[in-house]
């Protein structure tokens, strides 16, 4: 049976809808603490030296990537975070003396006088994900567009941040679509290979 666009994109708000859900029931802080664990399979990531890695400002209920960003400076790695621009997202360096203003969507970012980077490295937010490396986003496509356009100059690692508790059983993928090359949860890290996980370095 062919399943239709519209069949995917139903089961998506559903699948988005009730992993939300149960990341939004979480206690505050348990969410602060199984942040503070992503920092500590920051080798795990075996990043490469020196690659310029794009984090995110936490809004709402999501997992906060401060504190593995805060190790990846350490490890030498040039960090920026995404702003909401025409026609991609474009990403700002900064470090800990830059001055942070509002990005869109509650976010914060460095002002528009912050250098722009080309990041190797994207660590994404994310509403669910499931065992093959397939995210469900929130549905506005900012980052689906800005890899698209980082792909066109050279390979993006896309590592996706999240709860163990966003795991779904299934994302229903279509062609268009890529997988993550990693999700990384306060309980470890999942390295997968094309549509496969390679589970040899993780806890999770």
């Not at 995917?8 to 348990?30: D, I």
């Not at 689906?144 to 779904?168: H, N």
Request: glycine residues 10%; proline residues 8%.
């Amino acid at each position: 049976m062919t399943v239709s666009s519209g069949d995917n994109a139903a089961a998506k708000h559903q699948l988005r809808k009730q992993a939300l859900a149960r990341r939004s029931a979480l206690p505050e802080t348990w969410r602060i603490e199984a942040s503070l664990k992503l920092a500590d399979h920051v080798d795990a990531l075996e990043l490469d030296p020196g690659a310029i890695v794009a984090g995110f400002w936490p809004i709402r209920d999501e997992i906060d990537p401060r504190p593995l960003l805060d190790q990846l400076r350490k490890r030498g790695h040039r960090l920026c975070l995404p702003v909401v621009a025409e026609p991609h997202l474009v990403f700002r360096a900064f470090d800990r003396e830059s001055d942070f203003v509002p990005a869109g969507f509650g976010t914060m970012a460095p002002g528009p006088g912050a250098e722009e980077l080309r990041p190797d490295v994207l660590l994404m937010p994310l509403a669910a994900f499931d065992g093959d490396g397939n995210r469900i986003g929130y549905g506005k496509g900012h980052y689906d567009t800005a890899i698209s356009a980082l792909e066109q100059t050279g390979p993006v690692c896309c590592i996706g941040l999240a709860f163990e508790t966003q795991r779904v059983n299934a994302v229903p993928a279509e062609p268009h679509d890529k997988p993550l090359h990693g999700i990384l949860c306060e309980t470890g890290f999942m390295r997968f290979g094309g549509n496969r996980a390679d589970n040899s370095e993780s806890d999770i």
